[in-house]
């Protein structure tokens, strides 16, 4: 996905910054707004940064100026949001630009753009969506991330398309031909990041519960985007979040119990 340096003509690669940087600018906002009002949250962003720079790191050769690669941006969008998935991203290409050769410093616009805004952008609609409709986390997880992969390379085969018309059948063409060769090595990578990022959330939910609470992360229902008044997902059982409501829950043996807003407990 990483597009080659100098890869672009220059009006196009600076088309592309000027897109990304009003996505950047807000994502450095939201950013430090969760790092001054949650310090301890800094640990789990670092580790999605980190799981972002290792997956889109292990290029494989593909279009020419490009490559195939994992993004690893579906967990950090779901953790944290899109807006701060588009700093961490921005923080990776720019160091695998400088450091590693993958993309490039004139083509930071156009990687940013489809790697740390589009793709983050489109897994965690997806995530939203599912979750809405109570579809499990981990089944909710698996799509998310697919599709937040899948998206990037689509950007990417638009960007390409744009600088590189087919002669013959102009830009619908070219969107074709970039699109089908990315999607012999991308559609295997990105089932394959599914399942890797599911295997990372469940172990998230075994060793940070009470962050991933606080982050809406088990929210599920229709009013879901709205904090409380959703119904959270934790492990295998459900919460209103309403103090107000009775609380019922079903243990081990099948046994029902409820609790009214007395504290006394029936069965």
């Known amino acids: 996905m990483h597009i080659a340096e100098g890869f ?8 592309w910054g000027v897109a990304s940087a009003p996505f950047v600018v807000h994502g450095v906002r939201s950013l430090t707004r969760e790092v001054r009002e949650h310090p301890e949250s800094t640990l789990l962003i670092g580790a999605s940064g980190a799981f972002t720079f ?17 993004t690893g941006t579906g967990l950090g969008a779901i953790l944290f949001r899109p807006p701060v998935m588009a700093v961490l991203g921005t923080i990776t290409l720019l160091f695998q630009a400088l450091l590693l050769a993958h993309g490039g410093l004139t ?6 753009f489809s790697m740390a805004i589009a793709g983050p952008w489109a897994g965690y609609a997806v995530y939203r969506l599912l979750r809405r409709f109570d579809v499990p986390l981990m089944v909710a997880v698996f799509c998310a991330a697919f599709v937040a992969d899948l998206s990037t390379y689509c950007v990417t085969s638009v960007q390409l398309a744009l600088a590189f018309p087919d002669p013959s059948s102009g830009f619908l063409g070219a969107l074709g ?5 990315f999607a012999v090595t991308q559609i295997p990578l990105a089932v394959s990041e599914g ?7 469940r172990l998230l939910v075994q060793s940070s519960k009470g962050e991933l ?3 809406g992360v088990f929210l599920t229902g229709r009013r879901s985007g709205g904090g409380k008044s959703g119904a959270a997902e934790i492990g295998g059982t459900t919460d209103t979040g309403d103090p107000t409501d ?5 243990d081990t043996t099948g046994t029902v119990r409820t609790t009214d807003t007395t ?3 029936t069965r």
């Open 177 to 181: 031909k970039f699109g089908s060769i």
């Open 54 to 70: 290792v997956l889109s790191a292990l290029k494989l050769p593909s279009v020419t100026g490009s490559c195939s690669h994992p």
């Open 8 to 15: 672009l003509p220059p009006a196009h690669a600076v088309a």
């Open 195 to 201: 399942l890797l990022t599911v295997l990372v959330m």
């Open 213 to 215: 609470t606080r982050l």
């Open 263 to 265: 504290g006394t407990v």
């Open 246 to 250: 009775a609380d019922d829950t079903t």
């Open 107 to 112: 083509t930071l616009g156009a990687n940013v």
